[in-house]
């Protein structure tokens, strides 16, 4: 599939799943990707978000990041959910893990202005390979971030 030549959501949930392999719906007019046992999400702020992107890249964990405006949504593999206390300081420092269930909603196009107000910072690749959530939080929390640590 061309992605120059994607024009309706059903086109790009075609896309995103024959592509990437991702368990997208249409929902509302947008396509939509659901946290599930398998696909998970970390909304990390944006300050953060560049730091942990660095780091990523350096351990060659990167996986497809979505940025919006004040964060960025990192695609992660749920091996496990953290506890409580970590739960805490994530919920501090405004990192959200949303529960199985929820969803979010991923651009219809692959360049940096799209009618969702969002776009890849690390599109998804033909082999998917997400980083574990642990392993994510456990980086998102050891870069920092200045002031709100």
């Known amino acids: 599939m061309n992605a120059d030549k994607l024009r309706t959501v059903q086109d790009w949930v075609a896309y995103y799943r024959h592509e990437f392999g991702l368990p997208v719906a ?9 946290v599930t ?3 998970g999400i970390v909304h990390v702020p944006i300050t953060r978000a560049e730091k942990l992107r660095g ?3 350096q351990h ?3 996986g497809p990041m979505l940025a919006r405006q004040i964060r960025w949504s ?3 593999e749920p091996d496990s959910r953290p506890g409580d206390q970590v739960m805490n300081v994530l919920d501090r420092l405004d990192i959200g893990i949303p529960a199985i269930g929820s969803a979010v909603m991923l ?3 692959l360049g940096r202005w799209t009618r ?3 776009h890849w910072v690390v599109p998804p690749a033909k082999d998917l390979q997400l980083p574990p959530l642990s392993m994510l939080i456990t980086t998102a929390l050891a870069v920092g971030a200045g002031s709100e640590d």
């Open 26 to 34: 249409e929902r509302g007019g947008f396509v939509m990707l659901p």
């Open 37 to 39: 046992a398998k696909v």
């Open 55 to 57: 780091a990523l890249q």
């Open 60 to 62: 060659r964990h990167t």
């Open 74 to 76: 990192f695609l992660t």
């Open 107 to 109: 651009p219809t196009g």
């Open 116 to 118: 969702e107000g969002c």
